[in-house]
């Protein structure tokens, strides 16, 4: 038995590494640290829904096959087609991207990573706006005002808020995870009387707490950090939040600009934005006037919504104005662990972070034209290669139609949707499990993903097939060359 | 007054269930549980008329997907409902791009009607359904 230290955790974008994992026999028996995804990839990645051997679709089944002939029939899918999608890559290695990349610009296809269904429009709005940003660990140490908008980390990143945020032990800026202690046991302690009164002299039944409070705004008094929540739902982060207000749908842009007036000493002549009192929203511009040092993190709430990249303009806006009565800065929550990893990668090796299409000789860049959804629904492209991503599962199911209609060539390590509905499918090994490599936190910074285990006989990591499908793809062209001429 | 079908906004996104699933394997029970399932305000299910892990029926102009109805939590959130993201959201969600690439995941016109007799396909036969292929 032995326990391995510093084992950065490959689920989500805050790539915790402090995760200690006891393995015996070759097996993760134990996970210490980890949240409950954390736990639940280390300790069932390994899971009936593995498969081990690679499949090939024949007479429309998917039956077992060699490795030989899976990476043959791939190439040749790949090396045929005249326009493949190349997808995925933001749960892989960023050496894997870089074989991805090569590949893509070998067969001339469009690759695209899953920043294009999440925080693109963050993308496109940065490269418009620009991003006042700073790490993770400045805001763990600094930050004294914490603001999640549209965005719910209790679920997507279960420990972003104990280990970055507020309640997180900075040097400068202490937790305020013992305040919310006493806050819900006082809370807890109320609604025990509430409901005790109810029962006894009302001889009512026990029942859920009125849901809507009436009443003025509360006021953020409290000394040291402060969490606001800003959200179409009541999350459990909002639960957890010093302040939190409900924004309904589709109306964050209002909400964002009306803030943006406030912050500039404008007047606003309405009552109440986007269904908020304006009184709530002075009270939050004053919090936000008045810190030290704030950030504004933002989730898919405003990169799904109406308005999209528009959101996010508003929101780096009003960060910028901010940035003229305090210091503030910004940042997108990314989900999958290695997705700020494919963003660079794709940059330093091609100019442009997603939907970057070589079909010239050369890569161009124009989501909207160039960004796979887009191109799945006018239906052009003719194949398509999936690494470490299920699209079958989260595109819009018209753009899955397109998708599975045409060859598919799928690299996972579990059976998923995509890999279900393909005809090559290679398994993978674990990046982070069972195969080391490189990926970025969502504040840029990159840290090393550890081997733990060894993988199953015979499957390799994604880098490795993809080469074997590079390899064998160059031999095919080169073939047809010789062939014309 | 109980009310046939309402009118609702339908929203996507995370809980915590689908992300324990989706890390378990995305054929678990654990994922396909956590993803077929839609959270509904416990006023909306009482205009509805139905108990909570009563199947419903939710219809887009994009699609039209039966899912179970779970009690939401996180109210009050009357005439919104959420689906986690995955394939039975995915049937409904606006493929709408805007020109920037990305589909229209949140904030979706949609209207849910009880649907007791309507059977909650599984995954394959969903897929089956969708895409005519297995």
């Not at chain 1, 993760?28 to 081990?52: D, Q, T």
């Not at chain 1, 046991?185 to 029942?207: G, L």
């Not at chain 1, 999958?336 to 161009?364: E, M």
């Not at chain 1, 034209?369 to 239906?379: A, F, G, H």
Request: charged residues 25%; glycine residues 6%.
């Amino acid at each position: 038995m032995s326990v391995v230290k510093a084992v950065t955790c490959p689920v989500c974008g805050s790539l915790c590494d402090d995760i200690e994992l006891t393995i015996e026999d070759d097996k993760i028996v134990k996970v210490k640290n980890g949240c409950a995804m954390c736990e639940s990839k280390f300790l069932g990645y390994n899971s009936e829904h593995r498969f081990l051997k690679p499949l090939i679709r024949k007479n429309g089944k998917l039956v077992k096959t060699s490795l030989s002939e899976a990476t043959k029939r791939a190439a040749e899918i790949l090396a045929e087609a005249n326009y493949p999608i190349l997808y995925g890559w933001s749960s892989t290695s960023c050496e894997a991207m870089g074989v991805g990349l090569e590949l893509a610009e070998e067969v001339g296809g469009v690759i695209d990573n899953t920043s294009t269904v999440c925080h693109g429009p963050s993308i496109l709005s940065i490269q418009d706006v620009g991003i006042p940003s700073c790490t993770l660990g400045q805001i763990r140490h600094r930050a004294d005002l914490v603001i999640y908008w549209g965005s719910n980390p209790w679920s997507a990143h279960p420990r972003h808020i104990d280990r970055y945020t507020a309640f997180s032990e900075g040097r400068f800026e202490k937790s305020a995870w013992k305040g919310y202690l006493t806050k819900i046991k006082a809370s807890n302690v109320k609604k025990k009387i509430e409901s005790a009164i109810r029962r006894v002299f009302f001889k009512q039944k026990p029942s859920a707490p009125p849901l809507l409070r009436a009443g003025p705004p509360p006021a953020i008094l409290k000394e040291g950090r402060k969490l606001v929540v800003i959200d179409v739902r009541r999350t459990r982060s909002a639960e957890i939040a010093d302040y939190f207000i409900q924004v309904p749908p589709n109306k964050d842009y209002e909400l964002l600009q009306a803030f943006r007036a406030l912050i500039r000493d404008q007047e606003i002549e309405v009552d109440e934005v986007a269904g908020v009192p304006v009184e709530y929203l002075e009270e939050i511009a004053d919090v936000m006037i008045k810190c030290n040092f704030g950030i504004l993190f933002f989730g898919l709430g405003l990169t799904m919504s109406m308005g999209k990249l528009r959101n996010i303009d508003a929101a780096l806006s009003l960060i910028r104005d901010l940035n003229m009565r305090t210091k503030f800065a910004i940042m997108p929550m990314r989900g999958h662990f290695n997705v700020t990893g494919a963003n660079t990668v794709f940059t330093w090796q091609t100019g442009f972070p997603y939907a970057v299409d070589f079909s010239l000789g050369y890569p161009r860049y124009n989501p909207g034209e160039t960004s796979v959804v887009d191109i799945l629904l006018r239906k052009e492209s003719d194949s398509a290669l999936i690494v470490a991503s299920d699209p079958v599962a989260n595109f819009p199911s018209k753009a899955v139609e397109h998708l599975v209609k045409n060859p598919l060539v799928v690299i996972d390590p579990h059976m998923n949707a995509t890999a279900q509905m393909a005809d090559v499918v290679f398994p993978s090994a674990f990046v982070g499990i069972e195969t080391s490599g490189t990926a970025y936190r969502m504040d840029h910074v990159p840290l090393p993903l550890k081997k733990i285990v060894a993988p199953p006989r015979g499957v390799l990591s994604d880098q490795e097939i993809l080469k074997r499908i590079l390899s064998e793809v160059r031999k095919i062209r080169k073939r047809k060359q010789v062939e014309a001429s | 007054m109980i009310a046939n079908k309402l009118q609702v906004t339908l929203l996507t996104g995370r809980t915590i269930e689908q992300g324990v699933g989706k890390e378990r394997g995305k054929a678990s029970e654990e994922y396909i549980e956590s993803v077929s399932v839609c959270y509904m305000d416990p006023e909306d299910l009482k205009r509805l008329g139905i108990k909570e892990k009563t199947n419903v029926q939710v219809s887009t102009e994009h699609g039209s997907v039966v899912v179970k109805a779970v009690k939401s939590l996180r109210g009050p959130h009357l005439g919104v409902i959420f689906i986690p993201y995955g394939p039975w959201a995915n049937v409904v969600v606006n493929p709408e791009t805007h020109g920037i690439g990305m589909p229209s995941f949140k904030g979706i016109s949609a209207e849910v009607e009880p649907a007791p007799d309507k059977p909650l396909l599984s995954l394959e036969e969903l897929l089956k359904e969708q895409f005519g292929k297995e």
